[in-house]
């Protein structure tokens, strides 16, 4: 099992950037794929980022392509989610989650206790 743990969310303008980090402790993520949810009021858990393990390839929802950066520093056992050009819709709960490289959140195995990030007009 891997514990998780999320910090960097905060409250921010609309236009500025965040950068998350999920430290893991427990056993090593290297052998892990990795990933970003987010979870807004009154919906569902949705996929942000993934990346693999050992080719480090990333994967991304449509809606944050081009905006977010998924990475992971095995070595220092972290996860990270920069995020710029940042949009109300944004506004969300994030949940870094180790055990697959799926959309789907069913597929991972452990999760953090999530870190609020709030995106004002």
């Known amino acids: 099992q891997v514990q998780l743990v999320e910090s960097g969310g905060g409250l921010v303008h609309a236009g500025g950037s965040l950068r998350l980090s999920c430290a893991a402790s427990?056993?090593?993520?290297?052998?892990?794929?990795m990933g970003w949810f987010r979870q807004a009021p009154g919906k569902e858990r949705e996929f942000v980022a993934a990346?693999?393990?050992?080719?480090?390839?990333?994967f991304y929802a449509d809606s944050v392509k081009g905006r977010f950066t998924i990475a992971r520093d095995d070595a220092k056992n972290t996860l990270y989610l920069h995020m710029n050009n940042l949009k109300p819709e944004d506004t969300a709960v994030y949940y870094c989650?180790?055990?697959?490289?799926?959309?789907?959140?069913?597929?991972?195995?452990?999760w953090g206790q999530g870190t609020q990030v709030t995106v004002s007009s």
């Open positions: 990346i693999r393990r050992g080719d480090l390839r990333t």
């Open positions: 989650a180790a055990g697959a490289v799926q959309t789907v959140a069913a597929a991972y195995d452990d």
């Open positions: 427990g056993r090593t993520v290297y052998s892990y794929g």
